[in-house]
C-alpha cells in the first residue's frame, strides 16, 4: 500500500465497530515517531497514550503518578535551562506548566480540557436545548391524551354504567381504564423504535449522521424504555381512568357525563392543562423565531476579514527554502491576487486557547492567542488596520540605546483594551516586543466565544506550515496552485476552502435550530389536537346550551363567536403566562453566544400572531358545527 511516498503492507482487516468510537479510522499504520526525538522536547501534543486500569485504580490516583513523573524529568530538564527556575509547585500554578494528566473516555465528549481532541466535543448549550425542547414535546403530548381521553366521556357513560351495574368495581374500572392507555403508549413506542431504527439502518441526507446509534443495541437502554412505558402510562393515564370511573351508576344511566362524571373540578383542570399546553407551545414558537434571527446575524456579521475566493494550503512547510520561489511563482498565474503564509488562520479548530502570556509595561500577564504571519498577510485577508500598518521588511529594530532588540508585532482592538493602551503605538510590551499595528478585531473559529486579544509577529528562519491563496471572483481553481505545487515538491497538496470553516460552523447550529424547529412543529400540532379534543368535548357538555340560545334567537355568528371567545381567552392566559418564561430562557440561550441579538416585541408580537391563527383555524369548523346545531334534536329529550 502506497501512503503519502511510503510503502506500507496491509497485515490485517478490523472488523467495523459496532458503534462509532474516538479511533473512528480508515486505516491504522504503525510508525516510529522516537526516532531522532530529543528528550529534552516535552512540548507536544501530537499523540495520544491510551491506558487500560486495574479495577481499583481510581483516576486521582493515575494523575498523582503522572505528576511525579512530570517531576522527576520535565521539571528536570527545564531546570537546566532555567536557573531562575521556581520550586515545583510554584511552577504548577503559571501558565507555562507543562505535565501530563488522564481523563476517562466517557469524558471526552463532555468536559474535557484536551487540545486538538480526535473525539468531537459535546455542544451542552444545544444538548440541554433539545432535551429541554423534547421533554416540553412529552409534557404537551401527555396533557393532549387526557384532554382527548376525557373529551368524549359522555360516549363512555353507558359502558361504565352497565358495568357498574352488573357487579364491577371502581379499582376494576381503574385498572381497565389504565391498561387501555398502557397498550396506547406500548403501541405509540413501538412506532418510535421502528422509525428510529429506521432511521439509523438508512442514514438518510436531512440527519447529517444526527442518529446513529439504537436504543436496541443495549439490554440496559430497552429495559430502561419498557420502565419508562409504565411511567408514562401511570402519569398520562391515571386521571382519565380515576374521571372516567369516578360517577354513580343511577347517575350514568340519566345519560348526562357532566353531572355524572365529576374529579377535582375536572373542566377547570382540562382548562388549565390547554393554558399549560400552549404556554409551552408558545415558548418553543418564540424560541424558534429568535433562534432564526440570531443565526442570521451570525451568518450576515462581519468577520473582520473577506473569506470568499481564498483557499488554504496546508503542508507548505515541506517545501522548507523553497517557499518564497513557490509563492512567486504562484503570484505570476492568472487569476491569483495574492498569497500569504501563516502558521494558523482564523477559523482552523484548536487556535482559541489563550495560552500565550504577554506582559504589559506594568509587568501585569495577560494572556493572549498568538498568531505568526508574514507582511502580507492582513492585504490578502483583507483586514483594515486601526493605527499603523503591516511589520515592514526589518526582521528586528534595535532599541534607541543599542541595547536589545525590538521585535515588530501587531494587536487586534481587543488586545489594546485588554492591556488598558490609550496610545498602543511604539510601546513595548513583554520585554523586546514593539507595537507597530493595531489590526480590526476578526471572528475565530468559535461562534459562541467572544473576541479574545491577539497577538500577530512574524515568524525566524522556520518555513510556515500553512499558506493561504485568494482568488479572482470566478477564477477558484486550485488545480492551477496543484500544477504550480508539483513543481517544487513531490508530495500531496492539502488544502480547503477557507469559508468551509465558518460555514461548517453554521451548519452545526444550524442543525440544532431544524431539529428544534421540527419538534415546534409537532408540538404545537399535538397541542391543537388537544385543542380540538377539548372543543369537541365543550360542544358535547354545552350542546343543549347552544339549541336554547338558537330558539331565543341567536344567529349562527353569535354562536360561534361565543364558543370561540371561550378558548381564546385561554390561550391569551397562555400567552400572558409564557412571556415571562420565554423571556427567562431565550435570554439565558442568547446569553450563551458573545455577540447576540436582542429579543425584541416583534417576537412576541409575531409569535401571537401566528399562534392565534392556528388557534382560530382549528376552532373553525368546530365553532360552525357549534352555530349550525338543530334545537329540535339537541332539546328532543328535555
Known amino acids: 500500500l502506497d501512503l503519502m511516498g511510503e510503502t506500507y503492507i496491509i497485515n490485517g482487516v478490523s472488523k467495523s465497530p459496532q458503534f462509532k468510537t474516538q479511533l473512528n479510522f480508515d486505516l491504522v499504520v504503525t510508525k516510529d515517531y522516537m526516532k531522532g526525538i530529543q528528550d529534552d522536547l516535552w512540548g507536544s501534543i501530537s499523540s495520544y497514550t491510551y491506558l487500560l486500569a486495574g479495577p481499583n485504580v481510581t483516576m486521582a490516583s493515575i494523575n498523582t503518578q503522572l505528576e511525579s513523573i512530570g517531576e522527576r524529568y520535565i521539571y528536570k530538564e527545564y531546570q537546566k535551562k532555567n536557573e531562575d527556575m521556581p520550586s515545583f509547585q510554584d511552577w504548577k500554578e503559571k501558565s507555562t506548566y507543562l505535565g501530563y494528566f488522564a481523563e476517562p473516555l466517557l469524558g471526552l465528549r463532555s468536559d474535557s480540557k484536551t487540545k486538538n481532541l480526535m473525539m468531537p466535543h459535546l455542544n451542552v448549550a ?45 379499582k376494576w374500572l381503574i385498572f381497565q381504564f389504565i391498561s387501555e392507555s398502557f397498550f396506547q403508549v406500548l403501541l405509540a413506542s413501538l412506532v418510535s423504535l421502528a422509525l428510529v431504527e429506521g432511521l439509523v439502518k438508512l442514514s438518510p441526507g436531512f440527519l447529517d449522521g444526527m442518529v446513529d446509534y439504537s436504543v436496541l443495541h443495549s439490554t440496559e437502554l430497552v429495559i430502561g424504555i419498557l420502565i419508562f412505558v409504565v411511567l408514562l402510562t401511570f402519569s398520562s393515564g391515571i386521571y382519565p381512568a380515576l374521571y372516567l370511573s369516578s360517577g354513580r351508576s343511577i347517575n350514568l344511566l340519566r345519560g348526562s357525563a357532566g353531572k355524572a362524571l365529576s374529579l377535582f373540578n375536572a373542566a377547570s383542570f382540562r382548562r388549565s392543562a390547554t393554558v399549560a399546553q400552549f404556554v409551552l407551545a408558545i415558548v418553543l414558537i418564540a424560541g424558534v423565531i429568535t433562534m432564526f434571527q440570531q443565526l442570521n446575524h451570525l451568518d450576515t456579521r462581519d468577520l473582520g476579514y473577506e473569506s470568499g475566493n481564498v483557499f488554504i494550503l496546508e503542508n507548505t512547510s515541506l517545501l522548507r527554502e523553497s517557499t518564497e520561489a513557490f509563492r512567486q511563482e504562484l503570484s505570476r498565474k492568472s487569476g491569483v491576487l495574492g498569497a500569504t503564509f501563516a ?11 489563550l495560552d500565550f502570556m504577554v506582559k504589559d509595561e506594568a509587568g501585569n500577564e495577560h494572556p493572549f492567542i498568538r498568531y505568526r504571519t508574514d507582511p502580507t498577510f492582513f492585504e490578502v485577508m483583507q483586514m483594515d488596520f486601526v493605527a499603523g500598518g503591516p511589520f515592514g521588511t526589518a526582521p528586528k529594530k534595535e532599541s534607541s540605546n543599542g541595547e536589545a532588540a525590538l521585535y515588530p508585532v501587531i494587536l487586534n482592538e481587543t488586545a489594546v483594551k485588554a492591556m488598558g493602551l490609550e496610545d498602543p503605538m511604539g510601546k513595548v510590551i513583554d520585554g523586546n516586543r514593539q507595537i507597530v499595528g493595531v489590526v ?48 517544487f515538491s513531490d508530495k500531496p497538496l492539502r488544502w480547503y476552502e477557507f469559508s468551509s470553516n465558518y460555514d461548517e460552523l453554521m451548519k452545526e447550529e444550524a442543525k440544532t435550530f431544524q431539529a428544534i424547529l421540527t419538534f415546534s412543529i409537532f408540538t404545537i400540532v399535538i397541542s391543537c389536537m388537544g385543542l380540538l379534543g377539548l372543543a369537541v368535548f365543550t360542544i358535547d357538555q354545552r350542546i343543549k346550551e347552544f339549541g336554547i340560545r338558537k330558539i331565543l334567537g341567536a344567529s349562527i355568528a353569535d354562536i360561534a363567536r361565543l364558543f370561540s371567545w371561550d378558548f381564546v381567552k385561554l390561550i391569551l392566559i397562555a400567552f400572558v403566562l409564557a412571556i415571562p418564561i420565554a423571556v427567562y430562557g431565550l435570554n439565558l440561550w442568547l446569553n450563551d453566544f458573545a455577540d447576540r441579538v436582542s429579543l425584541s416585541p416583534s417576537v412576541f408580537l409575531f409569535t401571537a400572531g401566528i399562534t392565534l391563527v392556528v388557534v382560530l383555524t382549528t376552532l373553525l369548523i368546530q365553532s360552525l358545527k357549534a352555530g349550525r346545531l338543530n334545537p329540535v334534536e339537541t332539546l328532543r329529550n328535555e
Open 126 to 170: 444545544q444538548f440541554n436545548v433539545l432535551t429541554i425542547v423534547g421533554l416540553a414535546a412529552l409534557l404537551i403530548s401527555m396533557i393532549n391524551f387526557v384532554n382527548i381521553s376525557t373529551a368524549k366521556a359522555s360516549v363512555r357513560t353507558c359502558e361504565v354504567a352497565v358495568k357498574r351495574v352488573l357487579g364491577s368495581s371502581r
Open 343 to 353: 502558521d494558523h488562520f482564523p477559523n482552523q479548530s484548536g487556535i482559541t486557547v
Open 440 to 487: 480590526n478585531d476578526f471572528v475565530f473559529s468559535d461562534l459562541r466565544q467572544s473576541i479574545s486579544p491577539v497577538m500577530i509577529s512574524r515568524r525566524g528562519k522556520e518555513p510556515y506550515s500553512k499558506m493561504a491563496v485568494r482568488m479572482a471572483t470566478g477564477n477558484f481553481d486550485i488545480e492551477t496552485v496543484k500544477e504550480v505545487w508539483s513543481q
